[in-house]
């Protein structure tokens, strides 16, 4: 039970150490002054890739492969 008493103590030291600060605001700030001008698109010349996409029939030879257990073999 004592190594759960250490975490709540640390969570109880921190929460008192956060409350005993405090903030006046001497002075208001404000956002700057921002003056945005539109901007421009840079022309491109592209010249693309010329894709050619067909179809071309291709009979692909496989060899026959028989497998013949040994025996002692779990099938």
Known sequence: M????VPVAVLLAAALA???CTAEVEEEGRAPDVDVQPGELPEVDVDPARVE???DA???VTPDVDIVP???DDP
Do not use: I, L, P
């Open 18 to 20: 956060a409350g005993a």
């Open 70 to 72: 040994t025996e002692g």
């Open 53 to 55: 996409v067909g179809q």
């Open 58 to 60: 291709q009979k692909v």
């Open 2 to 5: 004592r190594a759960s008493r």
